[in-house]
């Protein structure tokens, strides 16, 4: 466990580690001992949290609606008390906890985020932060008036990938960077034209009730529970939603893209209940490390990938082996990583062998996180030290709402959509507004404050 005491002592190894603090330190609760962490789904990816979040923490309570899902954290940590409701839970044991890790599914992200920030808790939350670009906005708006320390579950900001790539931009070796392309196999999972199942028995072990929260009522079946609810529009956000927050990570963070100026999107057949099993999207951004200030994002998912890259072998465009891939193409070179920023690498790798043997690349200024694919115990040690991570909602929010953005875009297929992040709006297109919120009234039971 990290205390503050160890914590400081520790200070050489942690000197790489990267914050982002406000004006003063953040609150911290309970600084001079171990941060006692609850955690909310412990199935699945809460399994993974409980796992990071344990040498670097105290988990005092576990939270989940699925009892046969969590029975591995249940069976590793048999004393640590159980909840199925997470309001219960922080109700219950406000004393006890400084920290909620939140890894439920996309349309609970948002509420069970919210009650915990009202609470005065510290919050890690899974990607995508949000389902909606509204939540991802109330969420921003209300970590900044509780002062709470916040990260946002994406393993490749904790690595070097987009650290690496600034550096090669600011010392020329990309040159001004044109196009990034971005590719995915997801979604691995059932998605496009789906009809809502038929009801089945609800298993003993799960509060149904609980699992859908804020979501309107649907039959239960096991077609969509645990795993399929990503393709499902009420629930989850579809490939864009899964992955994107993981690949786009990389160039928005590198170079500094902001909010697209415009997004255009297209994708295969689908419908109310179900995101497309294919889709593609186009965002233009302005960015002073662009070719004439602008860098072009193409986004491809479902199997679909571009046709031809500047200096990439066809044949490997053609390999189904390389499923996940994002290469950026400047004027002197191009550079290809993975999802989660590792692998880093000038393509061709013959290039890059080159360059290395020449002394050709830059040296590494960019401090680099001590929790390299850690980000829940890289959120555990800046609670103790009282700073935010960089990974904080303050970053986080409008990330995801980029990545939104793409999803909403094959909401209004073939338009050129412009986006206010102020007004939360579009400039030239009012009919895709409603797309920015839920498009179902959500159940105010599950939230510490009335939306409107």
């Keep these: 466990m990290i205390t503050r005491r160890n914590f400081i ?91 909620v890790a939140v890894c439920t599914p996309d349309h609970m992200h948002y509420p069970v985020c919210a009650w915990a920030i009202s609470k005065g808790k510290h919050v890690f939350c899974e990607k995508p932060l949000t389902r909606t670009i509204w939540e991802a906005s109330d969420l921003a708006r209300m970590t900044a008036d509780a002062n709470v320390i916040t990260q946002m579950g994406n393993q490749g900001h904790t690595n070097e990938g987009w650290r690496l790539i600034k550096e090669w931009a600011d010392a020329g070796i990309i040159g001004e960077v044109e196009d990034v392309y971005i590719w995915t196999d997801r979604p691995i999972w059932p998605q496009g034209e789906l009809k809502v199942p038929a009801g089945q028995p609800v298993p003993k072990t799960l509060d149904y009730n609980l699992w859908r929260g804020v979501a309107p009522y649907q039959p239960y079946n096991g077609s969509f529970i645990p795993f399929a609810w990503r393709g499902l529009r009420n629930y989850g956000t579809g490939a864009a939603g899964d992955m994107a927050c993981h690949f786009m990570d990389v160039p928005y963070s590198a170079f500094e893209l902001g909010f697209p100026v415009s997004v255009t999107a297209n994708s295969t057949p689908f419908n109310s209940y179900s995101w497309p099993a294919e889709a593609s999207s186009t965002m233009l951004f302005n960015s002073r490390y662009g070719k004439g200030g602008k860098i072009t994002l193409h986004w491809s998912d479902g199997g679909r990938r571009p046709p031809k890259i500047k200096r990439v072998d066809p044949d490997f465009l053609a390999d189904k082996r390389n499923k996940n891939c994002t290469f950026i193409v400047g004027t002197k070179c191009t550079v290809m990583t993975n999802e989660y920023g590792l692998y880093t690498t000038i393509y061709p790798r013959m290039q890059m062998r080159e360059m290395v043997k020449s002394n050709a690349l830059p040296p590494k200024k960019i401090p680099r996180s001590s929790f390299a694919g850690n980000p829940h115990g890289e959120w555990a040690a800046a609670i103790i030290e009282g700073v935010n991570p960089l990974a904080n909602f303050a970053y986080a929010a409008p990330f995801t709402q980029v990545v939104l953005l793409g999803m909403v875009a094959v909401l209004m297929p073939n338009t050129p959509l412009e986006f206010d992040p102020v007004s939360l709006k579009f400039k030239n297109c009012p009919e895709a507004d409603k797309f920015v919120s839920s498009l179902y009234p959500y159940r105010e039971e599950f939230l510490p404050h009335k939306v409107d």
């Design 9 to 99: 002592k520790g200070s050489a190894a942690f000197g790489s580690l990267m914050f982002l603090s406000s004006c003063s330190t953040l609150k911290v609760r309970r600084a001079n001992s171990v941060v006692q962490v609850a955690i909310v789904g412990v199935g699945g990816q809460g399994m993974a949290a409980v796992k990071r979040l344990s040498p670097h923490s105290r988990v005092v309570a576990f939270c989940d609606v699925d009892d046969s899902r969590a029975a591995e954290a249940y069976k590793l940590y048999p004393n640590v008390p159980r909840f199925r409701d997470y309001r219960v839970m922080l109700d219950k044991m406000d004393k006890d906890i400084d920290a």
